[in-house]
């Protein structure tokens, strides 16, 4: 009996597989969801304003532009030479994870810093505002739905990365470097062993494909972290900054923030200057901390979700500050 027959009909497989299947389970209902997400019936005016809002953004050429760009990037950099002596794989996944980063920054705070100011500067957001929907529900439907259209960016740009990890993998000929756990990997090759023909071979790629998703699943998780973040910022300062002071203000805060600990490190004893990193690092969340790409790239397996759960709550906090603060700007705003 083959394999696929076997696992449907409960017969004795390895265990180590299971974590496969989830990740591949979760992965395509994400995405499933994500599609259906513009077009679905949801209750609620927030929602209705956050479909149209994901809609925008996804329909929008930068949304497109940015996602065929790095998907060519991390194409070709399966083939580029590193010359880092035996760890192209490791200095590959690093790049690549800020080729997911970047692409999701830009497009979270460019849309949001343009659609928003441009609904109220053009006073559509008049129209829409008096149907009626309140400011909450106008301000927070956009960060929703522009989030939702970054993490499906996201989300497609991790898939395509764990493919060109397996392709760089065969490129270079280094399966001894094969991703995930030793006993994952041996229970996918054990799985799609005794499938018939070319099938095997495209269901091992396939599963080898989402084993590497399981192992790089906390870099994206905390990419999208930090978006989080930068996308309730950029909307909330949208309702009152015009967009190239809003885009200014956005990116000096996300550098600013990614080099707290530095700007800590470099203050040294001298008291003046050390206030000021203190305060800095006070106002501005540590976005650092959200960056796990070394550890990932070099398959530490140190990110325990312990760690990520509790830096995302603390982005969550501030993302609710921002929003807030946003809303306070917004409801003293005359848009007539």
Known sequence: MTAPLGFFMNEAINPAIYPVFITLAITWTLVGLLMYFPYGRFP????????AA?????????????LIFFIVLMVISVFVPYFTFGEDLTMMIDLQLDAILLPALILSVFTAALTISEE???????TLLSKPVARWNFLLGKFFGIFLAVMFLTLILT?????TVIGKI???????KLPGHRDEVAAVKEFTATMPGGFGAVAENALMVHTTVKMLAPGPIMILGQIFIMTALAVALAT????????????????????????????????LIKFIANVIGIILPDLSTYDVGQQIAQGLNTVAWSY?????????LYATICLLFGLILFE????A
Request: glycine content about 10%.
């Open 159 to 163: 898939l395509v990365m764990s493919g």
């Open 120 to 126: 109220i500067e053009g006073r559509t957001a008049i």
């Open 170 to 176: 065969a490129y270079d000929d280094i399966d001894d």
């Open 308 to 316: 990520i759960g509790q830096t995302w709550l603390q982005g969550v």
């Open 240 to 271: 009152r900054f015009p967009l190239v002071l809003n885009l200014t203000v956005c990116f000096g805060f996300f550098f600013i923030g990614r080099l707290t600990p530095a700007l800590k490190k470099q203050a040294g004893e001298n008291p």
């Open 332 to 335: 003293d705003r005359d848009l």
């Open 54 to 66: 994901y809609r925008e953004t996804v329909r929008q050429p930068l949304f497109w532009f940015l």
């Open 44 to 51: 609620g005016k927030t929602m209705a304003v956050a479909q």
